[in-house]
C-alpha cells in the first residue's frame, strides 16, 4: 500500500481523528517550553474514555505517563492517542514508551513524529518492536501546529523567530521626532500581548531600549503564565544606564562588554564586524531553551535578522493611519532592486478593532 493511501485510511478512521482532536486540545493550552506542548488520551480495550493528561513542563510526568497513571490497570489491552511520538530516551523522566509496555497497552496512536535526534522515529519502531499496533500520522500537521516553535528549535537549532510591527498605511513606524505611541489601536496592542503571551523571549535593539524603554512583559488580564525573558541586541552605543526592564533580568547580546549594567543584567558578548553575530546569537537563545523568539523592535534590528535568514514569521499590524510624508521606516537598509525584495506567503489577513492584521511567512519557510 503506498503512502498516500495509508494516509487516506488514517484520516478515514474517524474515532482516532476525534481523540486526537481532543488530544490537542488537552495540550493547547500549556507551556511546557523548553519540552514540547503533548496531549494523550487512554481508551479502554472497548474504546471507552478512562483519562487524559498533558505534559506540564520539565521534570513533571510526561502526557503519556500522567494518563495511564490516572487510568491505571484498566489501560491494559487498551489504546493510547498521543499527539507527538513517545520518547524512548532517558531525560528528567523515564523513556514514555517503557511506560506504554509496563502498562500493557495494545495500540497506540500518533499525531506527529517526533523530530528530536533521540527519537526521530525510534519511539514508533521500537513499540512495533514490542508488538504494540502503532498508527502514526494522524492528523500529523495539526499535531505540529500546535507547537510550530518546538518542531522549528528541532530541526534547525535555532528559535522559531516571529518580527512583529506596526505602522501606518503609507509604511512609518514613527514620526519624523520619533514619537510612536499609539499608532496601533487598543484591540491591535491587545492581540500583540497576546504574541508574548505564547514566546518564550522578546527582543528589541538598543534604539528601542533607548526610545521607548520597554517592560517586554505580558500584561493581559487574568495571564498567569510564564513571561518571556527580555532580550536586548546592543550596538556599540553604550545602552541607557537605567531601564525597568533591567529589574526583569534581561539578556543582552554586545558585540563588547556594556559597561556599568546593574546586577541581574546577563550579558553576552558576540563579536560580528558589523555587530552582534545574529546567527550565534540565535544558536546561543537555542541552546538556552528558547524556543519561541518575538522580535518587536526596532527598524534597524529587523532589516538586519531578515537580511541574515532569521524571519520566520512576520506580523504587521497596519494601521488606519497616513503619515503622510517621511518619518521612519519599518526597515532600515537599503532597498536598491526590485531583485533585493524578499518573497513572503500571507497565511492570514484580518481586522483587528481597526487595524488590518497580516501574518507572512518567507516563501521558503512555506509548509
Known amino acids: 500500500m503506498s503512502r498516500r493511501a495509508m494516509a487516506d485510511n488514517r484520516a478515514g478512521d474517524r474515532p482516532a481523528v476525534e481523540w486526537m482532536r481532543r488530544a490537542i486540545a488537552v495540550a493547547r493550552p500549556t507551556w511546557p517550553h523548553p519540552n514540547p506542548r503533548v496531549g494523550a488520551i487512554v481508551l479502554s480495550?472497548?474504546?471507552?474514555?478512562?483519562?487524559?493528561?498533558?505534559?506540564?513542563?520539565?521534570?513533571?510526568?510526561?502526557?503519556?505517563?500522567?494518563?495511564?497513571?490516572?487510568?491505571?490497570?484498566?489501560?491494559?489491552?487498551?489504546?493510547?492517542?498521543?499527539?507527538?511520538?513517545?520518547?524512548?530516551?532517558?531525560?528528567?523522566?523515564?523513556?514514555?514508551?517503557?511506560?506504554?509496555?509496563?502498562?500493557?497497552v495494545a495500540r497506540v496512536v500518533v499525531g506527529a513524529t517526533d523530530p528530536d535526534s533521540r527519537v526521530a522515529g525510534a519511539g514508533v519502531a521500537s513499540l512495533r518492536a514490542a508488538g504494540v499496533e502503532v498508527h502514526d500520522g494522524v492528523l500529523a500537521a495539526e499535531a505540529e501546529h500546535l507547537d510550530p516553535g518546538y518542531f522549528h528549535h528541532r530541526r534547525t537549532g535555532r528559535p522559531r523567530t516571529t518580527l512583529k510591527m506596526a505602522a501606518t498605511l503609507d509604511g512609518q513606524t514613527a514620526a519624523a521626532d520619533g514619537s510612536s505611541r499609539w499608532i496601533s489601536s487598543p484591540p491591535a496592542r491587545l492581540d500583540a500581548h497576546e504574541l508574548r503571551a505564547t514566546s518564550d523571549a522578546v527582543m528589541v535593539g538598543a534604539?528601542?531600549?533607548?526610545?521607548?524603554?520597554?517592560?517586554?512583559?505580558?500584561?493581559?488580564?487574568?495571564?498567569?503564565?510564564?513571561?518571556?525573558?527580555?532580550?536586548?541586541?546592543?550596538?556599540?552605543?553604550?545602552?541607557?544606564?537605567?531601564?525597568?526592564?533591567?529589574?526583569?533580568?534581561?539578556?543582552?547580546?554586545?558585540?563588547?562588554?556594556?559597561?556599568?549594567?546593574?546586577?541581574g543584567v546577563e550579558q553576552e558578548v558576540l563579536w560580528h564586524p558589523s555587530g552582534v553575530d545574529l546567527q550565534a546569537m540565535m544558536k546561543d537563545l537555542a541552546s538556552r531553551g528558547v524556543l519561541d523568539v518575538l522580535v518587536e523592535g526596532g527598524p534597524t534590528l529587523a532589516g538586519a535578522l531578515l537580511r541574515e535568514g532569521l524571519v520566520d514569521r512576520v506580523v504587521l499590524y497596519l494601521a488606519?493611519?497616513?503619515?503622510?510624508?517621511?518619518?521612519?521606516?519599518?526597515?532600515?537598509?537599503?532597498?536598491?532592486?526590485?531583485?533585493?525584495?524578499?518573497?513572503?506567503?500571507?497565511?492570514?489577513?484580518?481586522?483587528?478593532?481597526?487595524?488590518?492584521?497580516?501574518?507572512?511567512?518567507?516563501?521558503?519557510?512555506?509548509?
Do not use: K, N, W
Open 45 to 104: 480495550p472497548a474504546g471507552v474514555f478512562l483519562a487524559e493528561a498533558a505534559h506540564l513542563g520539565p521534570g513533571l510526568p510526561h502526557a503519556e505517563a500522567a494518563a495511564l497513571a490516572a487510568a491505571g490497570a484498566a489501560a491494559r489491552g487498551g489504546t493510547v492517542v498521543v499527539t507527538l511520538e513517545p520518547c524512548v530516551h532517558q531525560g528528567r523522566m523515564p523513556p514514555c514508551v517503557e511506560a506504554i509496555r509496563a502498562a500493557g
Open 207 to 263: 534604539g528601542t531600549l533607548r526610545a521607548d524603554d520597554p517592560l517586554l512583559s505580558v500584561r493581559l488580564e487574568g495571564h498567569q503564565g510564564t513571561q518571556p525573558r527580555p532580550v536586548v541586541v546592543a550596538g556599540r552605543t553604550p545602552l541607557r544606564s537605567s531601564a525597568v526592564v533591567y529589574a526583569r533580568s534581561p539578556l543582552v547580546y554586545a558585540p563588547q562588554h556594556v559597561p556599568g549594567l546593574p546586577p
Open 320 to 367: 488606519a493611519l497616513l503619515g503622510g510624508g517621511g518619518g521612519r521606516p519599518m526597515l532600515d537598509g537599503a532597498f536598491a532592486s526590485l531583485g533585493d525584495a524578499i518573497p513572503l506567503h500571507i497565511v492570514d489577513a484580518r481586522m483587528v478593532g481597526a487595524d488590518l492584521r497580516i501574518e507572512a511567512m518567507p516563501a521558503s519557510e512555506e509548509a
